[in-house]
């Protein structure tokens, strides 16, 4: 048996008779290395979709997005990105810390392609890449464990109309979200966003503009 595959992936193999065909793809696209054209997709892209499993084995499928660079490739077998600011449940973060299982999804939706990657991931305190993106809280790093394409054939072409105005950038202040301004959180917003409670009026009003 192939270390990529379980007895219930087997199984399905053989009721599909695709058990020859799944292990020829692991032997074709399967790859423990980040090459240079997978750095450069995976560099270009301003989102991604990562799922993280908890101590029980709960998983959570969380979309982060940002702008293109939101991942960084360090080298071969090693890809990071950074955790912002969010609404304070620090599930996939939260996650890691418990079990460093964890998957990314790429999809350039314009080009209708695809990359999975699968690791272990860790938060380093202090981690010096955390001045590569303005106000993240934190940067999670992910050794490789394997990394391949997916079939294409099911991504619907669709173009970005704008990016969202809540992307940290430099020499920009990034927006509050409406949220943090109704009286269900005021009293229990963490102290840097404090300032923010007490302003329902504007957060119905920014509501309704969305």
């Not at 989102?47 to 702008?67: H, I, Q, W």
């Not at 990657?117 to 001045?131: E, K």
Request: glycine fraction near 4%; proline fraction near 6%.
């Amino acid at each position: 048996m192939s270390e990529f595959f379980h007895e219930g992936s087997r199984q399905l193999q053989d009721r599909f008779e695709t058990r020859a065909l799944a292990d020829r793809e692991v032997d074709v696209i399967i790859s423990d290395k980040i090459s240079p054209e997978d750095k450069a997709f995976i560099e270009a892209q301003n989102m991604f979709f990562l799922a993280t499993v908890d101590r029980e084995g709960r998983p959570n499928c969380s979309y982060k997005g940002g702008s293109a660079g939101l991942v960084k490739v360090i080298d071969d077998v090693t890809l990071a990105f950074p955790i912002y600011d969010g609404n304070g449940m620090y599930l996939s973060a939260g996650n890691v810390l418990v079990n460093p299982h964890v998957s990314l999804l790429f999809i350039d939706f314009q080009r209708q392609a695809r990359v999975r990657v699968n690791g272990s991931a860790f938060i380093q305190d202090d981690d010096p890449l955390m001045a590569h993106w303005i106000e993240a809280q934190m940067v999670l790093r992910v050794t490789l464990r394997e990394m391949f394409p997916n079939c294409p054939r099911y991504i619907h072409k669709m173009t970005l109309v704008e990016e969202s105005a809540f992307v940290p950038k430099q020499h920009c202040e990034t927006p509050a979200p409406a949220w943090k301004r109704l009286e269900a959180v005021a009293d229990v917003l963490p102290p840097r966003d404090a300032h923010l409670a007490g302003h329902e009026q504007d957060a119905a009003a920014a509501l309704n503009r969305n």
